[in-house]
């Protein structure tokens, strides 16, 4: 055996040593013949790619780029989990509050730090006794008058930031989480406008709702702007925003404001003078049957009897002023709600000093009809009626919109004043021209100005109010209403969307005008003011949306045009929607349907609806909502001046409302009583051209 074992031995070292001597001699072999043998090649390269990238990624300054984006081991950058599955990563139950207070105190450091609610000290929090929290939904209701809005904000007063001071106050948020929304949670289903109101909304969050009152408590401590109207537990991932199906709005809007143009205005001689090219007087006039002569009725029996009164000197004035002649002037300011739009100086006003040219005057956007702050500047003394000191009888200018009629110089109160002379702080440059000193005639003179500018138009103003909407009006107003059900494309509806943008089309379930109107105030019903209630249902709304919907249907409505034009806005032409003001609007209530019928029903929870607290709810609309809303109309008269502002727009964007439709908005008047198209006006932007974005 060991003999056989020697043999196989020494055979093996016989192969191996014919094996070595037979590999050494092959390469000769291959360079003398100039063969190449594949394989071995392959292998050679493959080794030496194999050697190039190892020294490549040793040549690398970290872990991450050796390693890929996640990183490797030891890396301590980012990634941590990136050697480690989902499961494993959470199973080690990562503390994501710890790591937001390390965030929230990294901020404070920097000076970066935003508060959104209170901060207590640690002794309070451990004393505090722990309860556990709920996932609920909370049913609102609020008036936005004084709120920028609903959106909590850590500098601003908002619907969200009182609520959630409330929640803190009646200890259904923790002293520990009460220094963050986030928290507990917090997601709201609608955000509102800066006052805009809700008869309607929800929040959903965490609560501790273990009180019985805790309603109650919460409502205690709001003020009667803001109720909670029930909080209702909800499974736990609910989420109001996302559960919503669909929202009712409601919109308020004074009678009057469905009357036609005043004969007077450059809308209503436009209106005249293209029925006749057209060759549609005779429908036009049909179309306005049921308000004929109202304007000739209130001239003859309320306004000349008032002008009468008037010195004779200074009578054409205030009658130009109130007809828009002299339109207050509005610097260039861009709009936080229609970015894209640039609204421009106004268009019949020249400051001292300017080109008397009427092509060299600046044009007025259409846009600035669109509710946005203006900048009043000084205008020659016999052009306006405004260049004297405020008096006790001075109006206050409306920040939506520069009266007509009435232009305030901007002159600072003595009390104002004084408080910038004790202030300590730098004052700021004031870099405008002074005010022009006046002699006593004139100063008596613009007093009288004053004094008859403010009669007439509180006679116009009275003469409005007293105006009853006929049924045949109604039912117009209704025919056009009707006309948005349905899905349709509201590119013209909205800002910054084009018709091919697909997220344009929107579906309205139902949008009625109550027949029965409103009638506030005081006194006997004929000195009350006649007001309509419209109310929308649609899944969801665009940027203005609601408000450029209801735009649309007043010019249309009050300026007799045929309704088909209105289905033609929403096809592929562009046309320029002013949107009404903001006062009248407020959300109605949201709906969750599908949430009440799948999921509160397999979880037996409560359905979330409004119509529980219907008797409250109606009870807080006409005193917190209703009754401001009217009381702000009366102060400042806004649908008055939005309209008046647009019947004396002169320009071609909104003439859509005439017997010639969209085509007369491709030319507006540059003087002289001339008419270019928009494309032949020096710096036109194109907007009412009929156009889609990116046309030529």
């Not at 008058?145 to 009646?170: C, H, N, W």
């Not at 408080?419 to 405008?432: F, G, H, I, Y």
């Not at 009288?448 to 103003?461: D, E, G, S, V, W």
């Amino acid at each position: 055996m060991e003999h056989s074992a020697a043999i196989m031995q020494d055979a093996g070292k016989t192969v191996e040593k014919a094996g070595e001597q037979s590999s050494s001699a092959a390469p000769n072999k291959n360079e003398q013949s100039g063969e190449t043998s594949k394989g071995n090649a392959y292998d050679e390269d493959r080794k030496a790619n194999e050697q190039n990238r190892r020294k490549r990624k040793n040549e690398f300054p970290d872990s991450r780029q050796r390693f890929g984006s996640k990183g490797g081991r030891g890396d301590g950058k980012r990634h941590q989990k990136g050697d480690m599955g989902r499961g494993e990563y959470f199973r080690n139950e990562p503390d994501k509050r710890a790591k937001a207070d390390e965030s929230r105190q990294k901020r404070e450091l920097d000076g970066n730090a935003k508060t959104y609610g209170t901060t207590f000290s640690k002794e309070e929090i451990d004393a505090e006794e722990r309860r556990p929290k709920r996932k609920v939904a909370v049913l609102i209701g609020y008036s936005g008058t004084g709120y920028k809005g609903m959106q909590i904000t850590p500098s601003e007063r908002t619907i969200e930031g009182d609520l959630f001071q409330a929640f803190v106050k009646a200890g259904a948020i923790s002293k520990a989480n009460a220094d963050d929304p986030k928290k507990a949670s917090l997601v709201r289903c609608a955000r509102t406008d800066k006052g805009v109101h809700a008869a309607g909304n929800m929040i959903s969050l965490k609560l501790i709702v273990e009180d019985e009152d805790i309603v109650q408590k919460i409502n205690e401590a709001l003020s009667p702007q803001i109720r909670v109207w029930g909080i209702e537990r909800t499974i736990g991932s609910f989420s109001c925003y996302q559960a919503c199906d669909s929202r009712w709005y409601e919109y308020l809007i004074p009678s009057h404001a469905f009357l036609p143009p005043h004969p007077s205005s450059w809308l209503a001689k436009k209106m005249e003078e293209l029925a006749d090219e057209a060759g549609d007087r005779d429908a036009y006039e049909s179309r306005q049957a049921e308000v004929k002569g109202f304007w000739e009725k209130v001239d003859e029996e309320q306004i000349k009897p008032t002008l009468e009164g008037i010195d004779e000197d200074i009578r054409w004035d205030v009658v130009k002023a109130l007809q828009g002649e002299d339109e207050a002037s509005a610097k260039a300011v861009k709009s936080d709600a229609d970015v894209e739009q640039t609204f421009k100086a106004g268009k019949s006003i020249r400051v001292a000093g300017e080109d008397a040219n009427p092509e060299a005057e600046k044009t007025e956007e259409a846009a600035i009809i669109i509710q946005e702050p203006a900048v009043a500047r000084s205008a020659p003394v016999e052009e306006t009626a405004a260049a004297t000191a405020p008096t006790e009888d001075t109006e206050p200018v409306v920040d939506s919109m520069v009266d007509s009629a009435v232009t305030l110089p901007d002159l600072k109160p003595a009390e104002t004043a004084v408080q910038d002379e004790q202030s300590e702080a730098p004052k700021p440059v004031d870099t405008r021209p002074p005010a022009p000193q006046l002699s006593p005639e004139d100063a008596d003179r613009q007093t009288r100005l004053r004094a008859a500018t403010k009669r007439l138009r509180n006679a116009y103003i009275t003469a409005k109010r007293r105006y009853r909407i006929p049924k045949q009006r109604v039912d117009r107003i209704q025919d056009a209403l009707s006309r948005y059900v349905g899905t349709a494309n509201y590119h013209n509806f909205t800002i910054q969307k084009t018709y091919r943008d697909p997220s344009a089309k929107r579906h309205i379930k139902s949008f009625v005008v109550n027949k029965k109107p409103i009638l506030i105030g005081e006194g006997a019903d004929e000195e009350k003011s006649e007001w309509l209630s419209m109310k929308v249902h649609g899944q969801s709304f665009m940027m203005h949306q609601i408000r450029k919907m209801i735009g649309m249907v007043t010019l249309l409505v009050r300026c007799g045009s045929n309704l088909n034009t209105l289905d033609q806005a929403m096809q592929e032409d562009k046309y320029s929607i002013p949107k009404v003001p903001g006062l009248g609007l407020l959300l109605e209530r949201p709906v969750f349907d599908s949430y009440n019928n799948i999921q509160a029903v397999k979880h037996d929870r409560e359905a979330l609806r409004f119509d529980k607290y219907e008797k409250e709810l109606e009870t807080f609309k006409q005193r917190e909502i209703y009754q401001r809303i009217f009381r702000e109309e009366e102060e400042r008269n806004e649908f008055g001046r939005f309209f008046n502002h647009v019947d004396n727009f002169k320009e071609g964007y909104f003439l859509y409302v005439t017997s010639k439709g969209l085509e007369a908005t491709k030319y507006k008047a540059v003087g002289g009583g001339k008419q270019k198209s928009l494309a032949e006006v020096e710096g036109s932007d194109g907007e009412g051209d009929g156009k889609d974005e990116g046309e030529e």
